[in-house]
């Protein structure tokens, strides 16, 4: 399965925007990018997916690069329940999900 | 929310001794997984099933069996538990209203001593 790059930490303010940078580099034509996050003490839940267009829902937008080499996951006010290890993971066949080690995502107030 | 329901919740087992784990779904969705999740690890797949006796392996299966006789129950099984095993284990379904979304349990924390 493709591999995924992401940060291990990033910090930002409540209010304000987070941009949560995956880099995949080896991605083939037919992987969807696919985003979820972990709250403490809790399974992963879903928050985005898209293939090459950049795609918006109540909880976030994904930005995709145009060779779609690298994804960006933006949550537009980060609040502090947004705190969590968000993966960017590339959905393979059978629809497993091959998740690395994510990005924790700390949010202050 | 989908209906995905994992026990135990949590369990103590001794080393050498046979543990199984249960997922349950009323959903009637053909697709379930197992993942474990260790100490700053994302998830890694152990198993997963699409559908009644169809079984495969993910890339941690030495040393679980699964089984799928019926398309509710995917239970996985440690023959002979081990240290290694403790963990937290996730069962997920692809969830039933959005075929592009996995849906998670709340998982099993298993402690072999």
């Known amino acids: 399965d493709a591999k995924t790059t992401q940060p291990n930490s990033m910090e930002s303010n409540e209010e304000e925007p987070v941009h949560l940078p995956c880099n995949h580099s080896?991605?083939?034509?037919?992987?969807?990018i696919h985003w979820y996050r972990q709250l403490p003490s809790q399974g992963p839940e879903y928050v985005i997916h898209?293939?090459?267009s950049n795609v918006n829902n109540r909880m976030a937008s994904l930005a995709i690069a145009e060779d779609r080499k690298s994804s960006t996951l933006i949550l537009h006010r980060a609040t502090l329940r947004d705190a969590a290890v968000y993966y960017c993971?590339?959905?393979?066949?059978?629809?497993?999900?091959?998740f690395g080690k994510g990005t924790l995502l700390t949010v202050n107030p | 929310d989908a209906g995905i329901t994992q026990s135990p919740r949590h369990k103590v087992t001794e080393t050498g001794t046979p543990v199984t784990l249960r997922c349950h779904q009323t959903?009637?969705?053909?697709?379930m997984y197992w993942y474990r999740q260790d100490p700053g690890h994302g998830l890694r797949l152990i198993h997963y099933?699409?559908?009644?006796?169809?079984?495969d392996k993910g890339e941690v299966s030495d040393g679980y069996s699964v089984s799928r006789s019926k398309t509710e129950d995917f239970l996985l099984t440690l023959e002979s538990a081990t240290s290694s095993q403790t963990s937290v284990y996730f069962c997920?379904?692809?969830?039933?209203?959005?075929?592009?979304?996995?849906?998670f349990g709340q998982g099993t924390r298993l402690t072999v001593v």
């Open positions: 898209g293939l090459t």
């Open positions: 080896t991605i083939s034509g037919t992987d969807y």
């Open positions: 993971i590339l959905r393979g066949s059978n629809y497993k999900l091959t």
């Open positions: 997920a379904i692809k969830h039933p209203g959005r075929d592009y979304e996995a849906f």
């Open positions: 099933s699409y559908g009644v006796k169809d079984t």
């Open positions: 959903e009637n969705h053909r697709y």
